[in-house]
């Protein structure tokens, strides 16, 4: 079945350390999404890209950076200029042609600073 | 800037009891507009979504929901919830431009009582 895997499912992260969380798709989507959510605030989205090799920054991509070498592939990394990680992280993808389809989510990750 | 408001941050109804979730956007031309669920711990899934015509959309799980232009709404509806509705639902709306990212309200975090 097609879908959105991230993993892993929950990550604990020491102060100063860079994380990177995984996003791997089998859905042929052109775009994919980063998403960060905490209680009460929704989703912020942190980054998007619509085709390999070229992404763009979103609401709060502080602290955040990513790449997108293959089609399938959009990891995050947390980096330690990120003050406040802890949270909840979502990537979608959708069909960018055709955004009626709306986003198709992972499970998301549970990011912990210990 | 659009912008999507979910006034109630939390609603709680009985088994079999009728559901109405708001939602009002504020956007400059017609806006697709979509519903997402969430339950805890994972990712959202598309419960439905609006371009245009019909302004009563059928969705998923028995949910429907109704554009009004004239009220920059979209409220969810269902005519009798069932325990396994509980969980946090997100409005969403698809920004300008060609990014086309969606825009997510705050959430309303459903409780259904026995």
């Known amino acids: 079945d097609g879908g959105i895997t991230q993993s892993p499912k929950y990550l604990f992260r020491k102060e100063g350390q860079n994380v990177t969380l995984s996003c791997e798709q089998n859905?042929?989507?052109?775009?994919m999404y980063w998403y960060r959510q905490d209680p009460g605030q929704g989703l912020r989205l942190i980054y998007y890209?619509?085709?390999?090799?070229?992404?763009q920054k979103g609401d709060i991509a502080e602290g955040y950076s990513v790449s997108r070498e293959k089609k399938e592939s959009f990891p995050l990394t947390v980096t330690s200029a990120q003050k406040n990680p802890t949270a909840f992280y979502l990537c979608a993808s959708s069909i960018e042609r055709r955004t009626n389809y709306g986003y198709t989510f992972g499970s998301g990750t549970r990011l912990t600073v210990v | 800037a659009q912008s999507v408001t979910q006034p109630d941050i939390h609603i709680t109804v009985s088994e079999g009891a009728s559901l109405e979730l708001r939602c009002n956007y504020s956007y400059g031309a017609t806006p697709y507009l979509f519903w997402y669920v969430q339950s805890p711990g994972q990712g959202l899934q598309l419960l439905l979504k609006?371009?245009?015509?019909?302004?009563l959309v059928q969705g998923i799980k028995g949910f429907e929901a109704e554009f009004k232009r004239s009220q920059s709404s979209f409220n969810l509806r269902k005519p009798s919830v069932h325990w396994s509705d509980a969980a946090e639902y997100f409005c969403a709306v698809v920004a300008s431009g060609s990014a086309r990212q969606l825009t997510f309200g705050s959430g309303t975090q459903l409780t259904v009582l026995p």
């Open positions: 609006y371009f245009s015509g019909d302004t």
């Open positions: 890209s619509q085709i390999v090799n070229d992404f």
């Open positions: 859905l042929n989507h052109d775009a």
